[in-house]
């Protein structure tokens, strides 16, 4: 079964449950459901429509801040898919500094690359290469975020979490702009 997200009384972000604890949730009166799966659970001689989102009736106050696992999803989802060397799509992950040369997997070594730049830069330190970054990549803070990095993210959740995971549409090029003159000429 998939999972729920838990939203606070203030709409914010808490985390993910199993979609079955969002149920016993919605069953204890402790949630409302915002966003349905289409999904019906058959509970205790009651149909219960299993939530996608969940919002809790009272507010719960989250002391604390997760830290961000470094994920493909996120650090896409971070980088807005664009390569941050040439701004092209981005589709593969570059280590700033080069793993086999002892580079970290952490926030402020890896960034979105299109496949011309990581073939370019391949394993050589950027001051090898001339190319440059676009800006100093960061660890992303927030719950939100945490979310993304642990997995799959249901484009129902995007506006509580308040990221985009989908891949952005590519780029007109100018081969998609051509356009058949003769259909307008004489
Ligand atoms: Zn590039």
Known sequence: MSRAL???AS????????????????LAGKGDCVHATGLVLHAE???VPVPSVLRLRTFVSVPYRRRVAVSRTAVMARDGHRCQYCGARGDSIDHIHPRSRG?????????????PCNVRKRDRLLSDTGMRLRCAPRAPVGVGWAIVAGGAVPIEWHTYLGIDTRVAAPEPSWDDLAWDESAVAG
């Open 103 to 115: 580079g970290t997997h952490t926030w402020d070594n890896v960034v979105a690359a299109c496949r």
């Open 45 to 47: 001689r009651v149909e």
């Open 11 to 26: 709409f914010e972000a808490l985390g993910t449950v199993p979609a079955r604890r969002a149920v016993v949730l919605l």
């Open 6 to 8: 838990v939203l606070n």
